[in-house]
């Protein structure tokens, strides 16, 4: 039963896998960036309750894998970690402003989201490797970003 969680009235295991993009798909989350990304959605996540177990901040997509409590739905979940990482965003680097293509909207307006049962440790190998994978395909002559992804 380690893998469940417990709040005063529930006993829970609600994980998902989201997946988001930058408005365009734009590859602009690499360096400082990045980095700023993955340290406010574990910050936004813990404050939210939200527990992350595998994350992968990609220079053109976001991948997590975190456990939501009942009482938070997806859409709010979502709906906070872009909005605030927006933001914040907007506010540290102001050559993002100028770009006449954000018009205020860093994210792009979905994301993919499919809740975790049976292939969870599949899943989060996927998360966790993705890197070394894209590097193969790159190898290969295979462009990844063109992969039909469902997003």
Request: with cysteine.
């Amino acid at each position: 039963m380690s893998k469940y969680k417990k709040q005063s009235h529930v006993v829970y295991k609600c994980d998902y896998h989201i997946v988001w993009v930058p408005k365009y798909r734009f590859r602009i989350l690499n360096g400082d960036i990045g980095k700023s990304v993955d340290e406010d959605i574990r910050k936004l996540s813990e404050w939210l309750g939200c527990e992350i177990e595998e994350l992968n901040v990609r220079g053109d997509h976001v991948h997590v894998v975190v456990s939501i409590p009942p009482k938070i739905s997806v859409s709010t979940y979502m709906g906070t970690i872009k909005g605030k990482i927006a933001i914040k965003l907007f506010r540290s680097y102001p050559v993002l402003k100028k770009k006449p293509y954000w018009g205020n909207h860093f994210w792009a307006s979905g994301y993919f989201v499919n809740t975790v049962g049976i292939d969870e440790d599949m899943i989060k190998r996927y998360v966790k490797y993705q890197e070394e994978e894209e590097r193969k395909e790159e190898r290969d002559g295979k462009d990844f970003t063109q992969m039909n992804l469902g997003i």
